[in-house]
């Protein structure tokens, strides 16, 4: 036999033997699966419905409080004021033979909302009891603690003609340049007076530590009482204190000179700060068909109720794989959009039962009961992704039949960036969630088609 004809006949039977094993082995897997251990796979449409609640007062710690009162034509009114003590360092110190020029009260802020050239004016009292700790919810009313008589110092402004400073931020490899707008109010001199008479008191008196300074100037209250078109975002407060003094022998030419310095102290994290909320919602808890709304700061919420007793009995011995939620946002297309209210940068997706402590306790989304999304110019809408780890995870506590009862509420974000390089802008992970101070409002679709879950579960 020639060895061609060999290798020929070689080759019929190994493919011979290939297409035997081929035809065995596509039946294995279902040979030796039982019959009823086999994955069956269903889907479902859950409605969700939804209405507008009213915030009576929210947690309201945060370093950047709003200040001033808008009207929006389709939101309603907000106003809002703050409170706030000093922080002392106890390195601070007069200079001697300190005297002193001026004291004055600065507001710097970077942003506003409303009409940047209507007339507001700003109004600053003296805070007359210390504050409560631990009661830093925006319907506390700060007039309870200041002396109404007379404000200490009054300021007309507008939002942006008013003096300016810029700051430079480095990001990674973006440089953003900020204008830093300021409000000084003049204050009366008799203040720095008191400062720098306690200061020269044996062991400096009551300004020879934080606690001790806080019995001896517990604050100033600063509000507004006049304009209703403006809110300021307001990045840092400072009480300024101005004063000369004789430095012997320092010039040049070793001669005495008359120089001038600041003793100045700001409102920072470490100290108490409140930011007093009114609101006015009425329009916007009227019946309305065509969606809900949220609103913030203080304003109001959407509550979104999840009928999964509709469903319970299909998941009884089922696992739940799937179920997306988008929620959809409508435009006001008669507003003007320098002056809008715009919809919050976040939504927060939390459990009604879980939202008292939620701040307090500086929780984080867990992507099981809580869950966060982002805004989205591009579709106008916020989307949770996959909270079927919500349903699953109630459905394992409860043992039966239920609904849930949630909250979107609008908040801010802190976000810290890890990794970033020249080749990569790294990954950003929310560290820290607040209550959303700054005015903003948007109204949510509630069509049944629009608020919806399309489930996915499975069987064995």
Avoid at 204 to 228: A, C
């Amino acid at each position: 036999m020639k060895l061609q004809t060999l290798y020929k006949l070689l080759f019929i039977a190994f493919v011979t033997v290939l297409a035997s094993c081929v035809d065995t082995l596509d039946k294995i897997g279902f040979t030796i699966q039982p019959e009823n251990d086999r994955v069956s796979v269903g889907t479902d449409t859950l409605y969700v419905s939804s209405r507008t609640i009213q915030v009576d007062s929210v947690f309201s710690r945060t370093k950047y409080p709003i200040l001033g009162e808008y009207i929006d034509p389709v939101f309603g009114s907000i106003r809002s004021e703050y409170v706030g003590e000093f922080y002392y360092p106890e390195n601070q110190s007069f200079k001697d033979g300190a005297i002193i020029d001026s004291v004055r009260l600065t507001v710097s802020y970077s942003s506003i909302i409303g009409d940047s050239l209507a007339p507001m004016r700003l109004a600053v009292y003296k805070v007359i009891e210390e504050l409560p700790k631990n009661k830093d919810y925006t319907n506390f009313d700060p007039r309870t603690k200041s002396d109404m008589s007379n404000p200490l110092g009054t300021k007309t402004f507008t939002g942006k003609n008013n003096t300016y400073r810029t700051e430079t931020y480095y990001t990674g490899n973006t440089t953003q340049t900020v204008k830093i707008y300021e409000i000084y109010t003049e204050l009366p001199k008799s203040i720095g007076q008191s400062f720098l008479d306690e200061f020269k008191k044996p062991d400096h008196g009551e300004l020879k530590n934080t606690d001790t300074f806080r019995k001896f100037f517990p604050g100033l209250y600063i509000t507004t009482n006049f304009g209703n078109s403006t809110i300021l975002n307001v990045n840092l407060t400072s009480l300024n204190i101005f004063y000369k003094y004789l430095d012997p022998k320092g010039s040049s030419q070793k001669t005495d000179t008359i120089r001038t310095s600041e003793f100045r102290l700001n409102i920072t994290p470490e100290v108490t700060q409140i930011n007093h909320i009114q609101n006015n919602n009425d329009q916007l808890l009227a019946p309305n068909d065509k969606g809900t709304f949220v609103k913030s700061p203080a304003g109001v919420n959407t509550e979104v109720t999840f009928p999964i007793s509709e469903i319970y009995s299909k998941l009884t011995n089922r696992s739940l794989n799937q179920a997306r939620l988008m929620v959809y946002a409508l435009p006001e297309a008669n507003q003007d959009e320098k002056v809008k209210l715009s919809p919050p940068d976040h939504l927060l997706l939390v459990n009604k039962d879980s939202l008292k402590g939620f701040f307090e306790n500086r929780r984080l989304h867990d992507n099981v009961t809580s869950f966060y999304a982002s805004f989205d110019k591009e579709t106008y809408s916020y989307n949770f992704g996959n909270i079927a780890a919500m349903i699953n995870y109630y459905k394992r506590q409860k043992k039966e039949a239920f609904d849930l009862t949630y909250y979107l509420v609008p908040v801010d974000i802190t976000f810290t960036t890890t990794g970033s390089s020249y080749y990569s802008s790294g990954t950003s992970t929310p560290t820290a969630i607040y209550n959303q101070m700054k005015p903003s409002a948007v109204m949510l679709e509630n069509k049944p088609e629009k608020l919806k879950l399309d489930i996915i579960y499975s069987s064995f």
